[in-house]
């Protein structure tokens, strides 16, 4: 089970954190990572870390800006998003992938949490 937060309306040039925790099973966790579904859009990939070595992969739209980062300890990702842009605003899901597949890919994670709500006016 995965539990997101830290979502808000913040102005352009913000910052947010997002998190979420994974309960459960996580010891063969392979990935964690965030995706978002701006309105009209289709849900596009923004970050994700490998739970073992914590090596990151970005977006090249947040690259710079975003940071995933872990808290084994507390089986928790976080996201740093600084610079917020208006065309940021979207719901933000995090997902946990076990299996094959690509890391970038929605189709390749197992699990999913709700949504949180980021919206960033100009």
């Known amino acids: 089970q995965l539990q997101a937060s830290g979502g808000g309306l913040v102005q352009a040039g913000a910052s947010l954190r997002l998190s979420c925790t994974a309960s459960?099973?996580?010891?063969?966790?392979?990935?964690m990572g965030w995706f978002r579904r701006a309105p009209g859009k289709d849900r596009e990939f923004v970050a994700t870390?490998?739970?073992?070595?914590?090596?990151?992969e970005y977006a090249d739209s947040v690259k710079g800006r975003f940071r995933i980062s872990i808290d084994n300890a507390r089986n928790t990702v976080f996201l740093q998003m600084d610079s917020l842009k208006p065309e940021d605003t979207a719901v933000y899901y995090c997902?946990?992938?076990?299996?094959?597949?690509?890391?970038?890919?929605?189709?390749?994670?197992?699990?999913w949490g709700q949504g949180t709500q980021v919206t960033v006016s100009s």
């Open positions: 997902a946990a992938k076990y299996w094959g597949g690509s890391t970038h890919s929605a189709a390749s994670y197992n699990y």
């Open positions: 459960g099973r996580t010891t063969t966790m392979q990935h």
């Open positions: 870390i490998n739970w073992s070595s914590n090596y990151p």
